[in-house]
């Protein structure tokens, strides 16, 4: 038995040596220098009254690509309902990984909790820089088959992922305990062994990190140094209330105006207002674009007016579209996970930096550290179902736009979930109860870490959590067309994970990032055709 160990930990140290000398040949270039960030205010009455090109809803993952993008040629508001992401050390110190999450309050923290009626809690980002400023910060691309079932321009999204990656994406070096959970991975069958790689591809992988080797988090707050700061407004700390319209003249088109906006901290009837510009004589004009996120979003449509008749009547808020795809469809990606540890420990929190995709890209594993309270944490290993099938809808139960909506994801109701989950448990168990982790954490196998063979579908019914990967509730076919524009609306588009009938990749958050600045072209090469053909139409 002790020549048994003896040979196992030769091959998990010379394994270890010859990782750190083959991944020394794939890091990237360091991010690009960075400039200075555009305009940031917390006082309404600076953006009361005034109009811009463009009004983007959400300084979150999409949000802020998007309008460093449009600031290019346009002028730009970005409305966010929470404050700066900078100096906040739970922010950007990977030390404090995952404290924002344990640190929550209902108007102020930067990580806003809800619970699904499902029971399940949840969080969104309440930040500059949405839910890249609380997540574990992975960066993984899209599969090729994302995109084409998108019906992305190929070469474009490309060119979007590069631009964001050569700002705020770094390779990570791994830790000890990271370099166990690659290991666990591989031992239990999650094949091949792919290295560093930001591509989505079956077996076990490093990906990139926001983290860079100094242990500072880049949230997308950062992308908006490439904006165009004459151009640019950042309004912080305020809450959109309702989109605002007007008719012009045709009562079957409705026409976006502006937005309605409060303080985040302040009453809802002290309202304020902002614009967007009509130019003379010009077939093309600009939109709001709500990126929100997946419960913002589907949240704001029906604030304003937009979504079924019947549930709006119950709030006395006035019809403008019935348009019923309105927060339905909301997916989460159901979680099972397992604590490797025996008791809580004081560890230094980590983010995951390795991931195994198994099962021809239905499970996706992960494990960190995470803070229980602000001096214990836990070592979990976890496993999503990559493509559920269950979904759920979002409702209204207030007319407060700062308080959550009312969200079901009606986790594992489809069979084909939860045998899936079943499966993944399975697979699970696998990884948590391999030598590596018992060899790393000096202590022999558990003989049950979760479930006997006959009871891994009651495990899943039981133990059920979220990934943080919700999406839905304005879906691409149903809200909004493929341009990303709300069907009947004028002037309004939707760019955000709201519009994802299915989560992409391991973590969405690089192809949410993508998307903002990837929308961002499309809408300045939209502009710039549409204003070649009326110069054209004006001198024959």
């Given at each position: 038995?002790?020549?048994?160990?003896?040979?196992?930990?030769?091959?998990?140290?010379?394994?270890?040596?010859?990782?750190?000398?083959?991944?020394?040949?794939?890091?990237?270039?360091?991010?690009?220098?960075?400039?200075?960030?555009?305009?940031?205010?917390?006082?309404?009455?600076?953006?009361?009254?005034?109009?811009?090109?463009?009004?983007?809803?959400?300084?979150?993952?999409?949000?802020?690509?998007?309008?460093?993008?449009?600031?290019?040629?346009?002028?730009?508001?970005?409305?966010?309902?929470?404050?700066?992401?900078?100096?906040?050390?739970?922010?950007?110190?990977?030390?404090?990984?995952?404290?924002?999450?344990?640190?929550?309050?209902?108007?102020?923290?930067?990580?806003?909790?809800?619970?699904?009626?499902?029971?399940?809690?949840?969080?969104?980002?309440?930040?500059?820089?949405?839910?890249?400023?609380?997540?574990?910060?992975?960066?993984?691309?899209?599969?090729?088959?994302?995109?084409?079932?998108?019906?992305?321009?190929?070469?474009?999204?490309?060119?979007?992922?590069?631009?964001?990656?050569?700002?705020?994406?770094?390779?990570?070096?791994?830790?000890?305990?990271?370099?166990?959970?690659?290991?666990?991975?591989?031992?239990?069958?999650?094949?091949?062994?792919?290295?560093?790689?930001?591509?989505?591809?079956?077996?076990?992988?490093?990906?990139?990190?926001?983290?860079?080797?100094?242990?500072?988090?880049?949230?997308?707050?950062?992308?908006?140094?490439?904006?165009?700061?004459?151009?640019?407004?950042?309004?912080?700390?305020?809450?959109?209330?309702?989109?605002?319209?007007?008719?012009?003249?045709?009562?079957?088109?409705?026409?976006?105006?502006?937005?309605?906006?409060?303080?985040?901290?302040?009453?809802?009837?002290?309202?304020?207002?902002?614009?967007?510009?009509?130019?003379?004589?010009?077939?093309?004009?600009?939109?709001?674009?709500?990126?929100?996120?997946a419960v913002g979003s589907p949240q704001l449509l029906l604030l304003s007016g937009i979504g079924p008749r019947k549930h709006l009547e119950n709030f006395n808020i006035p019809h403008v579209l019935n348009l019923k795809g309105v927060g339905k469809g909301m997916k989460d990606n159901p979680c099972i996970s397992v604590l490797v540890d025996t008791d809580p420990e004081s560890r230094q929190p980590e983010p995951p930096q390795v991931t195994g995709i198994a099962k021809d890209y239905k499970f996706i594993v992960e494990g960190g550290i995470i803070p229980i309270s602000f001096n214990a944490t836990r070592m979990p290993i976890a496993a999503k179902i990559a493509f559920p099938v269950s979904e759920g809808k979002l409702r209204l139960n207030s007319t407060d736009p700062r308080r959550n909506p009312s969200v079901k994801f009606n986790y594992l109701a489809e069979e084909e979930d939860l045998n899936n989950c079943a499966k993944m448990v399975k697979l699970l168990e696998r990884v948590a109860k391999s030598n590596s982790v018992a060899f790393y954490l000096g202590f022999k196998h558990q003989d049950k870490l979760m479930a006997s063979n006959d009871d891994e579908r009651k495990f899943c019914k039981e133990n059920v959590r979220t990934y943080y990967h919700y999406h839905g509730g304005c879906i691409v076919g149903s809200v909004v067309d493929n341009d990303y524009k709300v069907y009947g609306v004028k002037g309004l588009r939707v760019v955000d994970g709201s519009t994802f009938q299915e989560s992409p990749g391991t973590n969405p958050m690089a192809t949410l990032l993508m998307l903002g600045r990837y929308q961002g072209l499309k809408v300045l090469r939209e502009r710039e055709q549409s204003s070649s053909s009326s110069s054209s139409q004006q001198n024959p």
């Open positions: 038995m002790e020549a048994s160990n003896t040979m196992f930990q030769n091959c998990l140290l010379k394994a270890f040596i010859f990782l750190l000398i083959d991944l020394s040949s794939c890091f990237p270039s360091e991010p690009q220098p960075q400039g200075e960030l555009p305009y940031l205010t917390s006082d309404a009455k600076e953006v009361a009254g005034k109009s811009f090109d463009y009004i983007i809803v959400g300084g979150g993952t999409a949000g802020c690509p998007l309008a460093a993008t449009l600031s290019e040629k346009f002028s730009v508001l970005l409305v966010e309902r929470g404050g700066s992401p900078y100096g906040n050390p739970l922010v950007v110190n990977k030390r404090f990984y995952g404290f924002s999450l344990i640190q929550t309050d209902e108007f102020s923290s930067v990580a806003h909790d809800f619970v699904s009626t499902d029971g399940v809690r949840n969080t969104r980002g309440r930040v500059l820089g949405g839910s890249t400023a609380i997540n574990g910060g992975f960066y993984s691309r899209a599969s090729e088959d994302f995109i084409k079932n998108a019906g992305w321009d190929k070469e474009l999204v490309k060119d979007a992922y590069a631009w964001v990656e050569s700002r705020i994406v770094f390779t990570p070096e791994l830790t000890p305990w990271q370099t166990v959970v690659e290991f666990a991975l591989l031992e239990a069958g999650i094949l091949p062994y792919n290295g560093y790689s930001l591509d989505h591809v079956e077996g076990t992988k490093i990906g990139g990190s926001i983290f860079d080797i100094w242990g500072t988090r880049h949230t997308s707050a950062d992308l908006l140094k490439a904006a165009n700061p004459k151009n640019l407004v950042v309004l912080l700390n305020a809450t959109v209330k309702n989109i605002l319209f007007h008719s012009n003249g045709n009562e079957t088109e409705t026409t976006v105006k502006g937005i309605s906006f409060i303080k985040s901290d302040g009453n809802t009837d002290q309202t304020y207002s902002a614009y967007l510009n009509q130019h003379k004589n010009s077939t093309s004009f600009g939109d709001v674009i709500l990126s929100a996120g």
